[in-house]
């Protein structure tokens, strides 16, 4: 019930702030029309590979600002009525589902611009949400250490990158299977290791964070 009432907060400032998400969806919108403009027809491999650089980047800006807002204003409220762990599952599951909504999106955006020929099904969405959870776990847990640094977008591009990359390098070859049409067993199995991370970052998170959070 807690972690309710802790998601229904984070929706409802998202709601009063709405320029947090629009700046998301400008970035989104801007970077996918260079990559229309300098590239013009492009292959689904390349294609594939902006896709994952771009939703990396959406999931960087996404997480830097999650503890923003809780630091400057809550933050003796939250150390006072919630555990670390109940805090870190309401920014977990939020930052899923705003990369899911950003993900599907970018995903519009480049069918209009950058059109490819095979057919994205259900496949893809099924991807996105496991990758969407090991991005969401991995940079909220950063984007809290970082928040309590002088140097936080620093903090969170030292943090961050090497532990999503391991993340983006599966999430690329799983899509590549869906682009290249392979049946199901095949992306199935492509999806094994990024299923595997995303149950080490929580296990990661899970240990260090009740440390961190006494610090």
Not at 8 to 15: D, L
Not at 76 to 101: C, D, E, G, H
Request: hydrophobic share 55%; charged share 10%; aromatic share 16%.
């Amino acid at each position: 019930m807690q972690i309710f009432h802790l998601l229904q907060k984070e929706v409802i400032s998202e709601w009063r702030n709405p320029f947090q998400i629009g700046g998301l969806i400008s970035f989104l919108a801007g970077v996918s029309f260079l990559v229309y403009f300098f590239s013009g027809n492009i292959e689904p491999k390349v294609w594939n590979l902006l896709y994952w650089l771009v939703f990396l980047f959406l999931s960087f800006f996404s997480a830097a600002r999650v503890y923003e807002e809780d630091n400057i204003k809550y933050r003796i409220y939250n150390l006072t009525l919630y555990s670390p762990m109940q805090l870190f599952l309401a920014k977990w599951i939020f930052l899923t589902l705003t990369l899911m909504v950003l993900g599907i999106l970018l995903l519009f955006v480049y069918n209009i611009l950058l059109p490819i020929e095979k057919g994205l099904h259900l496949s893809w969405l099924f991807l996105l949400t496991l990758v969407s959870l090991g991005f969401a776990c991995l940079t909220s847990f950063t984007s809290f250490i970082a928040s309590h640094g002088n140097s936080r977008q620093m903090l969170m591009v030292v943090i961050t990158l090497p532990l999503c990359f391991p993340l983006l390098g599966t999430a690329f070859a799983c899509s590549a299977a869906i682009l290249s049409g392979n049946d199901l067993n095949v992306i199935l199995t492509k999806s094994y290791p990024i299923i595997a991370i995303d149950l080490f970052a929580f296990a990661f998170v899970l240990i260090l964070l009740p440390l961190s959070w006494k610090n």
